[in-house]
């Protein structure tokens, strides 16, 4: 099972392409988990371009956003939506930090 | 081009830009950061185009707060204009108050400009996050789609004050949204390329589902009560809590200028 980690600021759409580019060509069947408890912020076309890559391009089975922030949960529901790929989208909001 | 007889900033931009002539700037009274990005980018056009420029402003103030900033020094290298007139000012720390004028190329300059303001402004998490997002995806959209370089700048007013806010500005000089756009929708108007930005959905690439980060910058600004101004050829786009809202300037301006305004507090 595929594990990406988000780094802790993230803005464009050449970084997402750049993280994913180490990944297969076609998952299908695969579930894709990313880690998001390091990102801080980040823009709403990074968050399309990780969504596209994984969902839309590579063809996962499931892409898990795990201890993402809420407006990056927002952004990707969006992009998912957007997409049509929103039934192969989990997201895990992490606590707010108290 | 323009030549402001008053001042030139985020709420009277679209007054003063009807002031056609020349780029001027004697008789300009006072500046703000979105101010700045726009006489940035009106200047290389300018230069570009051979037209005498008048960069230095009569009021000293004024002159020191564009020195400041670095207009001088943003302009004067790679434009070959000559500002040897400029007073050179002592830099007082103001860093937690200004984030002067900077070109940017790439995204990742782009990053390091948003890096630099969210390293000099402190505020709420949600406003920090869209000052973020705002910058990010303004500038992106200068590096993709531009042509040209970018501007930015930014600037806290009445710091530690119930009215503390935050005016970014993101500008080039180059293509604007409509021509952008108009790459994959055919021609378009100003006016109808900065509905479709702010509406979403409308890109210059042949991805259906991209087209969205104006919208969504509008859309955060909008949940804190802030301001958002697009500006491109002579299309008007703005955003407040009220909603938004288009229209036809009587002057056009080239390339793009995006103006956030957002509640520090």
């Known amino acids: ?98 | 081009m323009f030549a402001p007889q008053g001042s030139l900033t985020l709420s009277t931009f679209d007054r003063e830009v009807q002031r056609l002539g020349p780029l001027d700037l004697s008789n300009c009274g006072f500046t703000d950061a979105f101010g700045l990005v726009a006489i940035a980018s009106a200047a290389e056009t300018s230069a570009s185009e051979g037209q005498t420029v008048v960069l230095t402003p009569r009021n000293d103030d004024v002159a020191r707060y564009h020195c400041r900033m670095h207009l001088n020094q943003i302009l004067e290298d790679p434009l070959g204009l000559s500002l040897d007139h400029y007073q050179v000012v002592h830099e007082h720390d103001q860093t937690d108050v200004l984030c002067e004028l900077t070109r940017f190329d790439t995204w990742q300059e782009a990053e390091s400009v948003a890096d630099l303001v969210l390293s000099r402004i402190s505020g709420p998490a949600d406003v920090l996050e869209t000052v973020w997002l705002c910058l990010t995806e303004a500038c992106n959209n200068v590096t993709e789609h531009s042509e040209r370089s970018g501007f930015t700048a930014a600037q806290v007013y009445e710091k530690n004050t119930v009215s503390e806010r935050i005016v970014l500005a993101i500008g080039d000089a180059g293509i604007g949204i409509a021509s952008s756009l108009g790459q994959s929708l055919g021609p378009l108007t100003n006016r109808a390329a900065v509905e479709m930005a702010l509406e979403g959905g409308s890109s210059s690439s042949d991805d259906a589902s991209r087209g969205y980060g104006i919208h969504d910058m509008a859309d955060a600004i909008k949940t804190l009560n802030g301001f958002l101004l697009v500006r491109t050829g002579d299309g008007v786009g703005t955003v407040s809590r009220v909603g938004y809202r288009t229209s036809k300037s009587a002057a056009g301006i080239p390339g793009t200028l995006i103006g956030i305004q957002l509640p520090c507090v």
């Open chain 1, 1 to 98: 099972m595929p594990n990406l980690t988000l780094p802790e600021r993230a803005s464009s759409r050449d970084e997402a392409r750049e993280l994913t580019a180490s990944l297969p060509a076609s998952f299908a069947n695969a579930v894709v988990t990313v880690d998001g408890h390091s990102l801080d912020w980040s823009s709403s076309s990074y968050v399309d371009e990780l969504v596209k890559q994984i969902l839309s391009n590579r063809n996962a089975s499931k892409l898990i956003l795990d201890q993402v922030s809420e407006r990056v949960a927002l952004f990707a529901k969006r992009s998912a939506e957007r997409r049509g790929v929103f039934d192969r989208l989990t997201v895990k909001v992490r606590p707010l930090a108290s």
